[in-house]
């Protein structure tokens, strides 16, 4: 059993990660398919969600692989590349959104609500503090008599 699992296991830890760019999709300008690649690093799979479209299989993926390379083709720079994609695909497809527009607001809303939080916490905490250090005072004879007759004594 021993000499059928330990190969299985080193195939295994050995074999990287496949990417899904297949032969007939590369471009034959390693420059061009250098630019191809770090454009599809930032592209999401709108079927895998969270790939990029170079690990995925998705026909979907292809498609976008191939624009890609197409556009690249016709001279556009890296820019306008993606500005394509996203004007056909919304900015779903950008792995990483772009910090501009109402974007920003997502970008700077978890820093925000952090260091409200914390200064919400640090209120409170002080308030208690303060709370906790008051002297206890005795009840006054009225305040005793209302208190025993709440509580039917």
């Known amino acids: 059993m021993r000499r059928i699992l330990l190969p299985l296991a080193l195939a295994g830890f050995l074999a990287g990660p496949a990417l899904a760019?297949?032969?007939?999709?590369?471009?034959?300008?390693?420059?061009?398919?250098?630019?191809?690649?770090?454009?599809?690093?930032?592209?999401?799979?709108?079927?895998?969600?969270?790939?990029?479209?170079?690990?995925?299989?998705?026909?979907?993926?292809?498609?976008?692989?191939?624009?890609?390379?197409?556009?690249?083709?016709?001279?556009?720079?890296n820019r306008e590349v993606v500005d394509f994609i996203v004007d056909r695909y919304g900015e779903y497809v950008l792995l990483?959104?772009?910090?501009?527009?109402?974007?920003?607001?997502?970008?700077?809303?978890?820093?925000a609500m952090l260091i409200l939080g914390g200064g919400v916490s640090l209120v409170y905490i002080r308030r208690r503090r303060t709370d906790a250090t008051l002297p206890d005072t005795p009840l006054s004879p009225e305040e005793q008599k209302r208190l025993d007759q709440i509580l039917d004594r």
């Open 21 to 77: 760019v297949q032969p007939d999709e590369i471009l034959d300008d390693p420059a061009l398919e250098a630019r191809a690649r770090e454009i599809s690093r930032d592209l999401r799979c709108l079927v895998c969600r969270n790939e990029n479209i170079d690990d995925s299989d998705a026909g979907l993926a292809r498609d976008l692989r191939l624009l890609v390379r197409e556009r690249l083709l016709e001279g556009d720079s």
């Open 96 to 111: 990483n959104p772009r910090r501009e527009g109402m974007n920003l607001l997502l970008w700077l809303a978890g820093p």
